[in-house]
């Protein structure tokens, strides 16, 4: 059975948060988890995922939770399992929520690619939906969707721009002392998520 859908915050908090790339624009609900995180201070994407998902919620200036900005901040540094301490919910179809679910499985320092994905997931024949759910993920980074490449090994497309999604690629293997390598055939720890509702998150949840 379908899981419940969180509900729409009664507002958004936005703040810009720096990294060694560029700003990252961040969006969270008085819960302290995060709704949107995306790459530029004025990007167009930004403003569709937030307009696609939280229409008519009012935003707010804010300042980011001490526990999401020094999370990120270590990811960006190279601890890898700081992007676990980040507390998010996002809001989607079951099919794109399950889809969030397993991008958060696949270990920074390899790649995965969208059959092995829709395989992954029980749906080998919905590699394209796979694809546009991957596009549509309103989390970047936390969710890692630059984590998925062509069959061909090429990046194809990311949202962020291509010469970010070889950053982050390159970043994370360097982190990790591991060999850019695609995790098509490598299994995955289980999560029980079952217990949560539809888009909850699937890391640590702490308080600012």
Request: proline residues 7%; glycine residues 10%.
């Amino acid at each position: 059975m379908p899981g419940k859908r969180p509900e729409r915050p009664a507002r958004l908090l936005r703040d810009l948060i720096d990294t060694p790339i560029a700003q990252m624009q961040l969006f969270w609900g008085d819960d302290g988890r995060v709704r949107v995180l995306d790459f530029d201070r004025d990007s167009p994407r930004t403003a569709r995922l937030v307009r696609t998902w939280y229409r008519d919620v009012p935003v707010e200036a804010g300042a980011a939770p001490a526990a999401v900005s020094e999370a990120l901040s270590a990811y960006f540094e190279g601890e890898m399992a700081a992007l676990d301490r980040v507390p998010w919910r996002t809001i989607g179809s079951d099919f794109q929520q399950t889809v969030w679910r397993a991008l958060r499985d696949i270990p920074a320092g390899t790649t995965t690619t969208y059959a092995a994905l829709a395989a992954r997931i029980g749906r080998p024949t919905a590699v394209r939906a796979v694809g546009a759910a991957n596009g549509a993920n309103p989390v970047g980074v936390v969710i890692p969707c630059h984590r998925v490449i062509g069959a061909d090994g090429g990046l194809t497309g990311y949202g962020g721009g291509l010469d970010r999604k070889r950053w982050l690629l390159n970043h994370e293997r360097a982190s990790t002392g591991r060999e850019i390598e695609q995790a098509a055939n490598t299994p995955v720890p289980h999560r029980d998520t079952a217990a949560l509702p539809s888009g909850d998150t699937v890391g640590k949840s702490i308080g600012r």
